[in-house]
């Protein structure tokens, strides 16, 4: 179904660019991007409010997941003044390297957690120009997209109790249809070349995170390893002593436990914002 959906994309494209006899442009920009994240920020931050909250000699702090840099290209048919047809592709990433120490019973237990995104959309956009000056316009957008993501979440655990330490990694990926707009200015630099830097917003949300789960463990007994497909994401709240916090945990199953309430599956938020600058290139 879903290379149903991208090949009538492309097909509307295809066929509209075929009957303009206007002009064509490509587009190349570069930036920043920003989104939401939502589930696995609050449950990886809950676990750092969960060690300041109960241990002592916390060292550490969470830097979410919202920040990353992307590049982009549109291929723009101008089927009037006024309006054009891009179908554009593009490629943002965002990762964190996060580690947390503290003391348990005199037992040093240290943490880290590393996630990264990688997404790389395939978009439709109807553009409206507004001429501003005489080199200068405004550029209004807005169209669907297919957003292709890879998640990946790696976490380690080390202490100095009987040389035990724990690894976990989690790859998925996931393939949703969203939405974007906004608006850019053009600035014509010569017949062929102009200077672009656009605002752009976008809605796209990953409800069920799926993928494959690896665990290992190792201290002086031995060492365990396990693998799992299909795994899930999830997230759950844990009630201590009437405190509430907000974790993840990754698991083929959902997990059940009397201290955990409203658990369901996670949700990875790509909903956000983008600002970018470039070059366009006019036939």
């Not at 037992?107 to 956009?125: C, D, E, F, G, M």
Request: glycine share 10%; aromatic share 14%; net charge neutral.
């Amino acid at each position: 179904m879903r290379k149903i959906e991208i090949l009538t994309l492309v097909l509307i494209f295809i066929l509209t660019a075929g009957a303009a006899s206007a002009a064509v442009s490509i587009r190349v920009t570069g930036g920043m991007t920003y989104f939401l994240g939502n589930d696995y920020n609050k449950g990886i931050q809950g676990i750092y409010d969960y060690c300041n909250d109960n241990f002592n000699d916390v060292v550490g702090k969470y830097k979410p997941l919202h920040m990353g840099m992307g590049l982009g290209a549109e291929f723009v048919v101008s089927l009037d003044p006024h309006f054009g047809l891009g179908l554009g592709a593009g490629f943002f990433r965002a990762s964190r390297q996060n580690e947390i120490g503290l003391e348990w019973l005199n037992i040093s237990v240290k943490q880290a957690y590393k996630p990264s995104l990688r997404v790389i959309p395939l978009t439709l956009n109807l553009h409206y120009y507004v001429p501003l000056r005489r080199a200068l316009r405004l550029d209004v957008f807005a169209g669907a997209g297919y957003y292709m993501t890879h998640f990946d979440h790696d976490s380690t655990l080390e202490t100095d109790f009987f040389s035990y330490e724990q690894s976990q990694e989690f790859r998925s990926k996931a393939k949703p249809f969203g939405f974007q707009g906004g608006m850019g200015l053009e600035l014509r630099l010569s017949s062929h070349f102009a200077f672009v830097v656009q605002a752009e917003g976008r809605y796209a949300r990953i409800t069920s995170l799926k993928g494959d789960l690896a665990e290992d463990e190792s201290w002086f007994l031995g060492k365990r390893h396990n693998e799992e497909r299909d795994a899930y994401l999830w997230y759950l709240e844990r009630n201590d002593s009437g405190h509430i916090y907000s974790l993840v945990s990754f698991a083929k199953n959902q997990p059940a436990s009397a201290e955990v309430t409203n658990v369901r599956k996670g949700e990875l938020n790509l909903s956000g914002v983008t600002g970018t600058a470039g070059l366009k290139i006019m036939f």
